[in-house]
């Protein structure tokens, strides 16, 4: 399994750009909302810098929830017709370190011990959105992928089996689209894959979360079905492995994380991390428009 074409070798430092246009056919009286913009302080990945502004200027009130993203809550009480919210970041990636080829045959009974233990409890059962159902059942059934000697090596045919049983379509599902949907599709974007991949592997006992960031991709050669080139933001599942810590899995292009993955927050599924978030009181129609630019330095 290999990242996506187009990446730089060594550490790599990014800027992002990340416009979110929030647009009314009716004035907005009062609006209260919750950014997760900023870039996670992770090993591996360090926050140079972070700035978020508004237009019509806006108050902001930083927090940080039980996962330990840091949030920005937006509050805005004067009538507009648009909002304009710019996040800027610049983030230092280090190479991630070389994965062994297997990690033992024992491994698994350490994962199931962790499994057991409280501290991961979020990350191995259900959630609101990545959780067992029949359907999934059959699905897992279908694809004739279950844990073997190896949980490294087992994870990976799994990632790689799932990117093999959807095409990537843009537009099939929308954010609030569910496991069943995405399988009865049989199409769908980066989202729809990570919550499979997550759910799949906490039915394996494998702490797992979703994570939601920046993909960098140069190479618009890579279009295939499943290719993030192009896309505004990314998600993508990482495992607790015992020695390794959380590996990252991308379904999605079938590829292992790596310095040109930028992690903006992780949760369980994608509704612990949506970008913005919020209640307005008037509006009538409205419509958002969003545009990234990631620029290596």
Not at 86 to 92: I, L
Not at 174 to 186: H, K, N, P, R, Y
Request: with cysteine.
């Amino acid at each position: 399994m290999t990242a996506p074409s187009g990446g730089a070798a060594g550490s790599s430092r990014y800027r992002i750009e990340h416009v979110s246009r929030f647009l009314y056919s009716e004035p907005v009286r009062r609006c209260t909302m919750s950014l997760c913009l900023q870039p996670l302080q992770a090993p591996g990945q360090r926050l140079v810098s972070f700035s978020v502004t508004t237009t019509p200027p806006a108050r902001l009130t930083t927090e940080t929830d039980p996962f330990g993203n840091t949030r920005h809550v937006l509050t805005l009480h004067r009538d507009h017709d648009m909002l304009e919210v710019v996040s800027t970041s610049e983030v230092e990636m280090e190479t991630r370190p070389d994965l062994p080829e297997r990690l033992g045959l024992s491994t698994w009974d350490e994962v199931r011990t962790m499994s057991a233990d409280p501290m991961w409890w979020d990350f191995t059962g259900s959630s609101p959105v990545a959780r067992p159902s029949p359907a999934l059942s059959d699905f897992v059934t279908g694809l004739g992928v279950e844990p073997q000697d190896d949980p490294l090596a087992d994870l990976i045919a799994l990632s790689e089996a799932l990117n093999d049983a959807f095409e990537y379509l843009p537009g099939a599902t929308s954010v609030d689209s569910t496991i069943d949907e995405f399988l009865a599709s049989g199409k769908g974007v980066c989202q729809d894959y990570t919550h499979v991949m997550v759910a799949i592997a906490r039915s394996w006992g494998v702490p797992t979360r979703y994570v939601s960031g920046y993909l960098y991709v140069t190479d618009p050669g890579s279009g295939q079905p499943g290719s993030a080139f192009g896309a505004a933001t990314h998600a993508w599942a990482e495992t607790r492995l015992p020695r390794l810590g959380w590996i990252g899995l991308d379904p999605t292009n079938r590829a292992l994380a790596d310095q040109r993955y930028v992690r903006i927050a992780v949760g369980r599924d994608y509704r612990d991390v949506p970008p913005t978030r919020g209640v307005i009181e008037g509006g009538g129609n409205s419509k958002l428009e969003v545009n990234v630019r990631m620029t290596i330095l």
